[in-house]
């Protein structure tokens, strides 16, 4: 079935109300939806639910062969199903989904395969004969843009949450894979949590750019461009994806970025303290009831939703009240363009000489407007990872002040 | 099939439960003057109704007849009110998207005081509220904006602003109900325009943003709430809104 078309009155009525500072659910721009994650029966089953968008994730692992070229290390495989059943424009059969399979795939390959976050090694069972494989398999159940994050918060938490059963080398060389009855299964070993934030560009005006944090899929529908990054609370930026026809002054990219590390902070700590939660009740629990109890209704969720709206009575609802919310002491300032001079924090990121970062800025929003070349983003991504080393451990010292603040 | 047939009770307020199959009514148009019309989910064969969708069955004073089932997908039915979208010309023709299987069709001389002459100039990506009047299984749906006396009663182009949104079908039905309350009550805040398609895509507009707003999620807030719920906190959610 064909998307259903956009009309002329949807788009100019988001794009009117994003410039008078409004959403569509009343959020605040640099405010997320609700997250709630939820873990089934099985180890590494993770369901994550942001707004209305559902995600599922399934980590399952089987013993192979290892690559010739790096003997001694596991493999992990990452797969993104996208169906009908997420949203009716969507095709059936599998993995073969168009350009936004591919694209989500190479995201999350990105930030969880390629920034080695997870320690292949640990998967090692005999050097060049046997190692684990681990396969993650994202079914998305409903789409309600922002798949990136989604997905990727539900992939991380389902490895996180993950055990393999143990195994029994043999002297002979034989593995014996035993069961979860006869000795404890092992947790997998991952060092950094990584984090997916993504930002939609709506841009009323030419020269006009306005930064919305977790878009819906009307929002991303309308928007001009987008800004995912991916990266984790301790500094790295693992992948920066920046599609759209839109130029970005630099220090609105790295406002956001900015922006997304303390983001990545928060959702970090959440994805561990659920998995952490999770493990513990499990191991006082003979039989985990799985997600039988903890997944709520679309209906029941909105329902939920409007009680708490009403019961608020505010035009934005509080930061202490959903955990996934972000702090709000930047959200005023965030989506409006920058003046550089008068901006302390601005001027503080920035100590390049002025010639230097002008052409800097240049060449990002060069490398930006091709959107359908990738090695240039690729590029692009090392470049930003690069210059920004030194840039983020100002940022860590600023955020360190500011939440003692 | 005959021995069981068991007319449900029609009288009004208390509509049945039907399932796929059952038995409505015997109605040969040969036999008898009445004249009855159907809506979604029924069906006239071999000279009785049938049911073809589960839901309540329920009987408007003028004698329409249709089943009430929570559904999001529209499938068009003739004389239906529809909000469409603008897809295409393809020469007399606008393609229009009604959110069903097909693309409906409306001819440019269906709008008021349209002529070769002077026609009505529509873009892609318009809005415009119509009326079926061919809904036939294997054919395109067309759309008119005119009634029966070539006036066009509120049918056209949406004027530009505003906003749309889709809502489950049972809630747009539930909105036009000619007893409910609901929009009512929103006037009472708000003064607004809105424009009901029975294919669940409903038009706000009003003088400023944040109202639009504010309708858009009360009468969002009928998916998860029973009419008397809704009535009783549709003022409260206004409030908290705007």
């Known amino acids: 079935m064909k998307e259903t078309p956009l009309s002329t009155c949807e788009r100019t009525a988001l794009t009117d109300m994003v ?12 405010e997320a939806r609700d997250t709630t994650i939820s873990f089934g029966r099985e180890y590494g089953s993770c369901s ?3 707004g209305e968008t559902r995600v599922l994730a399934q980590v399952t692992c089987e013993v192979v062969e290892p690559r010739a070229s790096r003997p001694s290390e596991g493999k992990l495989s990452i797969a993104v199903h996208l169906s009908p059943m997420a949203a009716p424009h969507l095709e059936p059969g599998g993995g073969g989904g168009g350009a936004e399979v591919d694209a989500l795939q190479q995201v999350l390959e990105r930030n969880i395969k390629e920034s080695r976050c997870l320690d292949l090694e640990s998967l090692c069972i005999r050097a060049e004969e046997s190692v684990w494989q681990l396969r993650v398999d994202i079914t998305v159940l409903n789409h309600d843009g922002n798949l990136c994050d989604a997905s990727n918060m539900a992939a991380v938490a389902a490895l996180r949450h993950f055990h393999r059963p143990d195994v029994l080398v043999e002297e002979d060389g034989r593995v014996t894979v035993l069961s979860h009855a006869t000795s404890p299964p092992v947790p997998t070993f991952m060092r950094k949590v990584p984090v997916c934030v993504s930002y939609a560009l709506v841009c009323p005006q030419e020269d006009k750019c306005l930064v919305l944090m977790d878009p819906t899929h009307v929002e991303e529908r309308v928007m001009t461009g ?5 990266l984790n609370p301790h500094g790295d930026i693992t992948s920066l994806v920046f599609p759209g026809r839109v130029a970005l002054k630099k220090e609105q990219i790295m406002k956001c970025l900015e922006h997304a590390f303390r983001r990545a902070k928060i959702i970090a700590e959440m994805v561990q303290q659920a998995v952490e939660d999770d493990l513990q009740t499990r191991a006082t629990e003979d039989r985990p009831s ?32 959903t955990e996934a919310a972000v702090p709000m002491e930047e959200e005023p300032s965030v989506p409006k363009e920058q003046d550089p001079a008068n901006d302390s924090t601005n001027n503080e990121l920035v100590d390049d000489p002025d010639d230097l970062e002008e052409s800097r800025t240049s060449a990002v929003i060069a490398s930006v407007t091709k959107t359908s070349k990738n090695k240039k983003k690729v590029k692009k991504t090392k470049d930003v990872k690069m210059d920004s080393d030194s840039e983020e451990e100002q940022q860590h010292t600023l955020l360190t002040s500011q939440d003692l603040q | ?13 208390d509509p049945t439960v039907v399932l796929p199959g059952d038995l409505i009514l015997e109605y040969d148009p040969e036999k008898t003057q009445d004249r009855i019309f159907l809506g979604p989910g029924l069906r006239w064969q071999d000279k009785t109704i049938t049911a073809t969708k589960c839901g309540l069955l329920r009987k408007t004073p003028k004698k329409i007849y249709f089943i ?6 529209y499938v068009p039915e003739k004389r239906d009110f529809v909000v469409g979208i603008i897809l295409k010309k393809r020469g007399d023709f606008y ?3 009604i959110g069903a299987s097909m693309a409906a069709t409306i001819s440019y001389l269906s709008f008021e005081n349209a002529s070769k002459k002077t026609r009505t100039e529509l ?23 005119i009634d029966s006396y070539d006036r066009a009663m509120g049918m056209g182009r949406l004027p530009d602003g505003g906003i749309l949104f889709t809502v489950p079908l049972h809630v747009a039905r539930l909105l036009i109900k000619p007893d409910n309350p609901f929009l009512h009550n929103i006037s009472k805040k708000i003064t607004y325009t809105i424009v009901v398609g029975l294919n669940g895509r409903v038009w706000v507009k009003t003088a400023r943003e944040g109202e639009m707003v504010a309708v858009m999620n009360a009468i969002l807030l009928l998916e998860v709430m029973s009419m008397e719920e809704a009535n009783k906190k549709v003022l409260k959610v206004l409030e908290s809104f705007i």
């Open chain 2, 95 to 97: 393609m229009i998207d």
């Open chain 1, 19 to 30: 410039e008078c500072g409004l959403r569509h659910d009343r959020r605040g721009f640099l």
């Open chain 2, 1 to 13: 099939m005959g021995s069981d047939f068991r007319a449900p009770d029609l009288s009004e307020g």
């Open chain 1, 226 to 230: 987008k800004l995912v990054a991916g």
């Open chain 2, 123 to 145: 873009d892609v990506g318009d809005l415009i509220y119509g009326k079926l009047i061919v809904a036939n299984k294997h054919m395109d749906p067309e759309l008119v904006c």
């Open chain 1, 290 to 321: 799985g997600f039988r109890d903890k997944l709520v209704s679309d209906e029941e969720y909105k329902r939920q939703r409007f009680t708490h709206l009403m019961a608020t009575k505010v035009l934005t609802i509080p930061t202490e009240s």
């Open chain 2, 68 to 73: 009430d089932s929570q559904q999001k997908r």
């Open chain 1, 48 to 50: 994550v639910i942001l």
